[in-house]
Every structure is written in structure tokens, then in C-alpha cells.
């Protein structure tokens, strides 16, 4: 495993010629690009950042094998039929669970999301359209704890750095089953929690890259470790 350095801009360059030339053709003629300026620097990325991440939240862990998504697209069910991503994303997640779903209830937890592409860089964490039953469990967390969960979504600093919480697939009105006056009933209405900040190209390239990232994962840990503690994934002190 490469020692990660830094992405270098021809990743950008790269990226840039796949959203115009999305063939395979193009990708197998470019493909030592996508090796050296992607995918080995990538790898090398979710390396380094386990290791931050066992000191920031050490129940979160990243695996070069399973943190980092596939640049093919699954065009099974899609009328768009260009066969890979303009993108590439990593995601680190729970030990307990992986990236796979082990179980309906919990759908891999929550866990932190790093997304490279030119000029929509961002990185942020959370757990995106969670499956009925792992969507109950926060709901129901919600209203047991709605004050906890305010205390960490509201504060000064999480808003400073990561603004409102997306609202993918919010829905008009509170869920059948909760009242509609709840102090928590506009969180009930959530059908995804996450939040995030975008980056600048240049942080990319940076040799900084991973010093930033522990600093924005650091700051979402709290808002992470609700999330999974609602879904019965512990946090840990150590990977011991």
C-alpha cells in the first residue's frame, strides 16, 4: 500500500475527460491514469484515515477494499446507460457492521463520506435513506431524546461548519403514528441525517487533505455517534 501524499490536479484533469468521454473505450485507454491519479492515491487516502480515525471515533474504520466505491455505475435500472461515476467517493463506517447491509434494522450505520469531483468537492457523514426499520429506531430515538439530539444538530459549531442537515426526500408532514405537535415532529419528517461541507479543489490536492477531513470528522463524531447509538451500534474508546 502507497503511503498517501496527495491527489495530484492531473486526478481533476482525469475526471474531467470521463464526464465528456463517459465510454469504455475512453476509460480502458486512460485507465493507467485512473490507477495512478485515483484509485492508488484513494486507497492510500482511506489508510491514512483509518488511522486518524482511531483516535477520533475508533468504532469507525475505513478498508481500502470496502471504502471505496466502484466508478462503474449500475445502469440495471437507469434510462442514463454511461457506464462509470464522474466521481469518486469513499465512505467509513461502523466496525460492527461494514459496509454491507448484516441486518435490515441497521443498514451499516451511520459513518463518515468523502466525495471528489472538479469544482463539488465535499465531505460530510450521517446515514443517507435508511431502510423502514432503521428509520424507526432514530424516529423513535427522536422523540425519546429530541433535547440531546438539538443539543448536538444546533450548536454554534456544527452549524458554523456544516449548516442544516440535508433534506433528501423530507416529507410534507409528520409520519403516521407520532403527533403532529411533538417537539420533535419537524425531525420526524426526515427521511435522511446528513450534513456536510463542501471543499475546495485545491484542499483536495493538498497535502493537508487528511489533517482537514479529521478536523471535520472530529466535529460531525458527536452527531454520528447519535445517529448509531439510535441503531444500537456502540461508540468505542479504543479498537482494543
Request: one cysteine or more; aromatic letters at 12%; proline letters at 6%.
Amino acid at each position: 500500500m502507497d503511503h498517501f501524499t496527495q491527489f495530484s490536479p492531473k486526478a481533476f484533469t482525469f475526471l474531467r475527460g470521463l464526464t465528456k468521454h463517459n465510454r469504455k473505450d475512453w476509460f480502458e485507454a486512460h485507465r493507467a491514469q485512473y490507477e495512478q491519479e485515483l484509485k492508488r492515491p484513494l486507497a492510500a487516502l482511506i489508510e491514512e484515515m483509518d488511522v486518524q480515525l482511531a483516535t477520533i471515533a475508533p468504532e469507525i474504520v475505513g478498508s481500502p477494499r470496502k471504502s471505496a466505491f466502484r466508478i462503474h455505475r449500475d445502469v440495471r435500472f437507469s434510462k442514463d446507460k454511461s457506464p462509470y461515476k464522474t466521481h469518486v467517493a469513499c465512505w467509513f463506517f461502523h466496525m460492527d457492521v461494514g459496509t454491507r447491509m448484516q441486518s435490515e434494522a441497521v443498514h451499516g450505520g451511520a459513518g463518515f463520506y468523502l466525495h471528489i469531483t472538479p469544482g463539488e468537492c465535499f465531505c460530510g457523514g450521517g446515514i443517507w435513506m435508511p431502510p423502514r426499520p432503521a428509520l424507526q429506531k432514530i424516529r423513535d430515538a427522536l422523540v425519546d431524546d429530541v433535547e440531546g439530539w438539538e443539543e448536538i444538530v444546533k450548536a454554534r459549531g456544527f452549524r458554523r461548519r456544516f449548516g442544516d442537515l440535508d433534506q433528501d426526500g423530507m416529507l410534507t408532514r409528520v409520519p403516521r403514528g407520532y403527533a403532529a405537535d411533538h417537539p420533535a415532529a419537524g425531525w420526524l419528517r426526515y427521511q435522511s441525517f446528513t450534513a456536510g461541507t463542501p471543499l475546495a479543489d485545491d484542499d483536495v490536492t493538498s497535502t493537508r487533505l487528511p489533517r482537514i477531513l479529521a478536523g471535520h470528522y472530529a466535529a460531525m463524531t458527536p452527531f454520528v455517534r447519535w445517529l448509531n447509538d439510535a441503531l444500537g451500534l456502540p461508540a468505542r474508546a479504543s479498537r482494543l
